[in-house]
């Protein structure tokens, strides 16, 4: 069968967590990762989503290697900004964490709909993803913004050309999905729990 572009993320999510169940820093940012190629099939509709995810992916790898043990578990990197009082800067990274996670949000969302709705053009794939997601956090700008870049989305057929016909592509994007689902639930059920789920954009 081969394997298709997801076959690695699907990997990666069986080492997210350390054998006592905590969410571990590094694997989780090389999960959020292994989406840009995948984005790149998109063409310029996802620019603006492969920006945001790499500087958030960036910022926290950033903070991750100034003390690899320190911040070996996610959420200690949230916890630490916490404690200083500044999680709720927009350049934190704690901001950046939630931004990822609504990014995937929106990924898993868009796969899920490719894959369960394949009579779907694109454009609606990705609306109904958008409306599920990240539009109730984004302003009036944000939202424009998303929504006219949406129109610049592949045409379906050629999306999935592109994506390649290796291992079982859509078995792999809803197991994807089925999987990684979950961490991203969790990583909100934290985020709600220290009161840091609700940061908007403009």
């Known amino acids: 069968m081969g394997e298709s572009l997801f076959t690695p993320c699907l990997e990666g999510i069986k080492h997210v967590k350390s054998e006592q169940g905590d969410m571990l820093t590094k694997p989780l940012l090389d999960i959020c990762k292994l989406m840009l190629p995948i984005l790149d099939k998109f063409g310029t ?78 454009s609606h794939a990705c609306n109904d993803s958008y409306s599920k997601t990240l539009k109730k956090w984004h302003g009036w700008l944000a939202s424009s913004t998303f929504m006219l870049v949406m129109k610049l989305v592949p045409d379906r057929k050629k999306f999935m050309e592109v994506l390649g016909t290796q291992g079982d592509i859509y078995g792999d994007m809803e197991n994807f999905c089925k999987n990684f689902s979950p961490v991203l639930a969790e990583i909100h059920k934290f985020m709600a729990g220290v009161g840091l789920d609700t940061m908007r954009a403009s």
């Open 45 to 122: 509709a996802m620019t603006m989503v492969k920006s945001d995810i790499s500087g958030n992916i960036l910022r926290l790898e950033s903070k991750y290697s100034s003390n690899p043990f320190r911040f070996n578990y996610l959420y200690s990197v949230v916890l630490a900004e916490v404690e200083t009082k500044t999680a709720k800067s927009s350049s934190s990274c704690t901001n950046g964490l939630l931004w990822l996670t609504r990014a995937m949000d929106f990924l898993v969302a868009l796969f899920h709909n490719l894959a369960e709705h394949q009579n779907w053009s694109m």
